[in-house]
T-cell receptor
Framework: GAVVSQHPSWVICKSGTSVKIECRSL??????MFWYRQFPKQSLMLMAT?????????EQGVEKDKFLINHASLTLSTLTVTSAHPEDSSFYIC????????????????FGPGTRLLVL | GESVGLHLPTLSVQEGDNSIINCAYS??????FIWYKQESGKGPQFIID?????DKRQGQRVTVLLNKTVKHLSLQIAATQPGDSAVYFC??????????FGTGTSLTVIP
């Protein structure tokens, strides 16, 4: 099946610093990736859709200048949390579609293992 | 002190029993649905999917039922095992590529 990786898996940073999280599709090319955020004991909330070679599409209420997304290649999307604050502490999860459908149903999204961010 | 915020619904079942997890979705135009399993500290794992032109789909030990009239999905797990303990989410594909997740249900299997 399709594999999506994230790096780092854990990050602890001081308030005011910026943190970059990488999402990679390892065995397929993903023209579209998605970023989610999950607080403890809550559901996943879609933050933005990352499109290769074009600007990301953000969900309502998500600050595009706060959460910078870059999808420079067919296998890599990055999420940068700029000037992170304690309220940004969360579990960030990316997912990717396999448009070829070779790994399974073409609509299915494959999720990364998540990145836990703690801002002190 | 008092905790504030959302809490996941919980379901406890005996090992070997069948489990039924329910999900209500919001958009009648949603045409594709997926059930995911999420273990603590990990990303969601695909379990089974169903398109809106179907009302039932079976996998290994799992069955998904779709009732479009009342916008309801259910996941049935047969002969539940301790390894099935996790949080289960349904996700709906409303348009294009975006998926939106339901509240989730925490399943605990009692040995």
């Amino acid at each position: 099946g399709a594999v999506v990786s994230q790096h780092p898996s854990w990050v602890i940073c001081k308030s005011g610093t910026s943190v970059k999280i990488e999402c990679r599709s390892l065995d397929f090319q993903a023209t579209t990736m998605f970023w989610y955020r999950q607080f403890p004991k809550q559901s996943l909330m879609l933050m933005a859709t990352s499109n290769e070679g074009s600007k990301a599409t953000y969900e309502q209420g998500v600050e595009k200048d706060k959460f910078l997304i870059n999808h420079a290649s067919l296998t890599l999307s990055t999420l940068t949390v700029t000037s992170a604050h304690p309220e940004d502490s969360s579990f960030y999860i990316c997912s990717a579609r396999d448009p070829s459908g070779l790994a399974g149903a073409w609509e299915t999204q494959y999720f990364g293992p998540g990145t836990r961010l703690l801002v002190l | 002190g008092e905790s504030v915020g959302l809490h996941l619904p919980t379901l406890s079942v005996q090992e070997g029993d069948n489990s039924i997890i329910n999900c209500a979705y919001s958009n009648s135009a949603s045409d594709y649905f997926i059930w995911y399993k999420q273990e603590s500290g990990k990303g969601p794992q695909f379990i089974i999917d169903i398109r809106s032109n179907m009302d039932k789909r079976q996998g290994q030990r799992v069955t998904v039922l779709l009732n479009k009239t009342v916008k309801h999905l259910s996941l049935q797990i047969a002969a539940t095992q301790p390894g099935d303990s996790a949080v289960y989410f349904c996700a709906e594909n409303r348009s294009g590529n975006q998926f939106y997740f339901g509240t989730g249900t925490s399943l605990t299997v009692i040995p």
